[in-house]
T-cell receptor
Framework: SQTIHQWPATLVQPVGSPLSLECTVEGTSNPNLYWYRQAAGRGLQLLFYSVGIGQISSEVPQNLSASRPQDRQFILSSKKLLLSDSGFYLC?????????????FGSGTRLTVV | GDSVTQMEGPVTLSEEAFLTINCTYTATGYPSLFWYVQYPGEGLQLLLKATKADDKGSNKGFEATYRKETTSFHLEKGSVQVSDSAVYFCALDRGSTLGRLYFGRGTQLTVWP
């Protein structure tokens, strides 16, 4: 079966520290991968998406970057965190053309920058 | 561009009350429409979907009908339970290779016993 793993579940980091969040997918090949951020009291903001290894597209300019070193691995990074980077980060995957549509989401990472 | 508009929350109901959460969309072509649910502290889960006009998606007592004439996909449930308390997101996918979903802002539902 297809599963998605996201870790860590919670993270408290000081301002200016680096960040690395990891997301891995099992049970499927060549998925589209996405990073979303959900700030407190707000909707979902698409940060990055990837349709293949090494292919990253950014939706908004920001302090974050993403990488896809393997087909089923998607990493969200920052060299220096800002207070405004606090939020709930969600990874998701989808497969185009399989008649399913929609995403499968990970359980999320709650990031608090202090 | 493509977008989804949801009714502003929060919505507070008593148990067994009728629920409607409005959702309208703007999109070219014939998008697929979705409702996702997010329970406290968790990621999003697909609740139901509809892929063409007049389709009705249903799951766990929730229903939504894809209305192309009114570009709407309102979520309904006849009798809500305390366990339905969550944030509900409406979303659309217009079927591009990217498979990107456009989300509404979410509606917080709280059900009191």
């Amino acid at each position: 079966s297809q599963t998605i793993h996201q870790w860590p579940a919670t993270l408290v980091q000081p301002v200016g520290s680096p960040l690395s969040l990891e997301c891995t997918v099992e049970g499927t090949s060549n998925p589209n991968l996405y990073w979303y951020r959900q700030a407190a009291g707000r909707g979902l903001q698409l940060l990055f998406y990837s349709v293949g290894i090494g292919q990253i597209s950014s939706e908004v300019p920001q302090n974050l970057s993403a990488s896809r070193p393997q087909d089923r691995q998607f990493i969200l990074s920052s060299k220096k965190l800002l207070l405004s980077d606090s939020g709930f980060y969600l990874c998701a995957w989808s497969i185009y053309g399989q008649g399913i549509g929609g995403y499968t989401f990970g359980s999320g990472t709650r990031l608090t920058v202090v | 561009g493509d977008s989804v508009t949801q009714m502003e929350g929060p919505v507070t109901l008593s148990e067994e009350a009728f629920l409607t959460i409005n959702c309208t969309y703007t999109a070219t072509g014939y998008p697929s429409l979705f409702w996702y649910v997010q329970y406290p502290g968790e990621g999003l889960q697909l609740l139901l979907k509809a892929t063409k006009a007049d389709d009705k998606g249903s799951n766990k007592g929730f229903e939504a009908t894809y209305r192309k004439e009114t570009t709407s996909f309102h979520l309904e449930k006849g009798s809500v339970q305390v366990s339905d308390s969550a944030v509900y997101f409406c979303a659309l996918d217009r079927g591009s290779t990217l498979g990107r979903l456009y989300f509404g802002r979410g509606t917080q539902l709280t059900v009191w016993p």
